[in-house]
C-alpha cells in the first residue's frame, strides 16, 4: 500500500544541536510530499512541500527537507534547533495531484533539552 | 495564507448528547473538506471526505450515522457526533484544499491541505 512512514517515534535532541527527522515514503510515482508541525492542542502547520523540481526545499522557521528518489525518503532537517521547536512532526503525502487523501506517518516527537 | 478555522477549539458534554463542531475557510473557498480524528500522541487518522453539496465519503470504518458531516458552502462543513459517548473523546481536526486552478501563493498548484486549529472533544 502507498504511505509514509517515520522510523522514529521520539528523538531528544539539545538546543542548539542539529536535526533530522526520517521520513520513507512507498509510492510508486513521484510523490507530492509535505512536512507538518503540530504544537500540542493546536492543528497542523506546513512546514514545506515537494511536488517537483529541485529535490532540496526550504520552508518555514529554518526547516529544510530533501527528496531522494533513491532512498525513498524525504528527511527533515534543521542546522540548530529552538526549545520552541519542541513539537509533534508529521510527514505525509498523496500519489496523485487530485487525489487529496493524505496519507499520514506515525509522527516523531521532537524533545529539545537545554 | 488561506486560514481554516474550526470552532468549537474545545467541548465538554454529557453522554447521549450531539455536537457539532464547525470548519470553515475564511478566505478562500474549498470545495473539498477532510475530516480527521486524532487520539492521544497518535498520528491523524482520515474520517472522511466533504464535498460542497453532496454526501461525504466515509473511511472504512467510520459510522456515517454517528459521525454526520454537511457541506453546504463552498466555506462551511460541519461534523456532527450524535449520541455521543466518552469513547468519542478525542480531537478533530478538518482541514480544506483550494479549488483547482486558484493562486500558487495558497498552494493551489500542489493541493496543499489547510488545516483547522482542531477541536477537543471531552464526553462525560
Known amino acids: 500500500a502507498q504511505s509514509v512512514t517515520q522510523p522514529d517515534i521520539h528523538i531528544t535532541v539539545s538546543e542548539g544541536a542539529s536535526l533530522e527527522l526520517r521520513c520513507n515514503y512507498s509510492y510508486g510515482a513521484t510523490p507530492y510530499l509535505f512536512w507538518y508541525v503540530q504544537s500540542p492542542g493546536q492543528g497542523l502547520q506546513l512546514l514545506l512541500k515537494y511536488f517537483s523540481g529541485d529535490t532540496l526545499v526550504q520552508g518555514i522557521k529554518g526547516f529544510e527537507a530533501e527528496f531522494k528518489r533513491s532512498q525513498s525518503s524525504f528527511n527533515l532537517r534543521k542546522p540548530s534547533v529552538h526549545w520552541s521547536d519542541a513539537a509533534e512532526y508529521f510527514c505525509a503525502g498523496w500519489a496523485n495531484f487530485g487525489n487529496e487523501k493524505l496519507t499520514f506517518g506515525t509522527g516523531t516527537r521532537l524533545t529539545i533539552i537545554p | 495564507g488561506a486560514v481554516v478555522s474550526q470552532h468549537p477549539s474545545w467541548v465538554i458534554c454529557k453522554s447521549g448528547t450531539s455536537v457539532k463542531i464547525e470548519c470553515r475557510s475564511l478566505?478562500?473557498?474549498?470545495?473539498?473538506m477532510f475530516w480527521y480524528r486524532q487520539f492521544p500522541k497518535q498520528s491523524l487518522m482520515l474520517m472522511a471526505t466533504s464535498n460542497e453539496g453532496s454526501k461525504a465519503t466515509y473511511e472504512q470504518g467510520v459510522e456515517k450515522d454517528k459521525f454526520l458531516i454537511n457541506h453546504a458552502s463552498l466555506t462551511l462543513s460541519t461534523l456532527t457526533v450524535t449520541s455521543a459517548h466518552p469513547e468519542d473523546s478525542s480531537f478533530y481536526i478538518c482541514?480544506?484544499?483550494?479549488?483547482?486552478?486558484?493562486?500558487?501563493?495558497?498552494?493551489?498548484?500542489?493541493?496543499?491541505?489547510?488545516f483547522g486549529e482542531g477541536s477537543r472533544l471531552t464526553v462525560l
Open positions: 478566505d478562500f473557498q474549498a470545495t473539498t
Open positions: 482541514s480544506a484544499t483550494l479549488n483547482r486552478g486558484s493562486a500558487s501563493e495558497y498552494g493551489g498548484e500542489t493541493g496543499e491541505l489547510f
